[in-house]
């Protein structure tokens, strides 16, 4: 069984940070591209940030020099470090991850979000 566990959301008041993690774990073959979305209230989810297995970024326009991916391969873990928190950028934050699996095959995994609320 494979899976991706999220931590490090919660509150933040307007211009501070958070740090968001997602590990993969099970029987997995190889992490390729990880990424983070988010989905606010009545909002369709969108893309924040994605990173390649060999370190090639995509940052959301929203977020660009604000928010910075990065990946520990060795550890098959994303963070997500966000500073200078907008109220806008309160959502429930999802972690992505293509993985080829030992034995199946290419799967989409999705963490079970968490929760980032920015006050103003």
């Known amino acids: 069984q494979v899976h991706l566990v999220e931590s490090g959301g919660g509150q933040a008041q307007a211009g501070g940070s958070l740090r968001l993690s997602c590990a993969a774990s099970?029987?997995?073959?190889?992490?390729?591209?990880m990424g983070w979305y988010r989905q606010a209230p009545g909002k369709q989810r969108e893309l924040v940030a994605t990173?390649?297995?060999?370190?090639?970024?995509n940052h959301a326009d929203s977020v660009k020099g604000r928010f910075t991916i990065s990946r520990d391969n060795a550890k098959n873990t994303v963070y997500l470090q966000m500073n200078s928190l907008k109220p806008e950028d309160t959502a429930v934050y999802y972690c992505?991850?293509?993985?080829?699996?030992?034995?199946?095959?290419?799967?989409?995994?999705w963490g079970q979000g968490t929760q980032v609320t920015v006050s103003s």
């Open positions: 992505n991850a293509a993985v080829t699996l030992a034995i199946y095959g290419d799967r989409d995994l």
């Open positions: 099970g029987n997995i073959f190889r992490v390729n591209t």
């Open positions: 990173i390649t297995n060999s370190g090639i970024t």
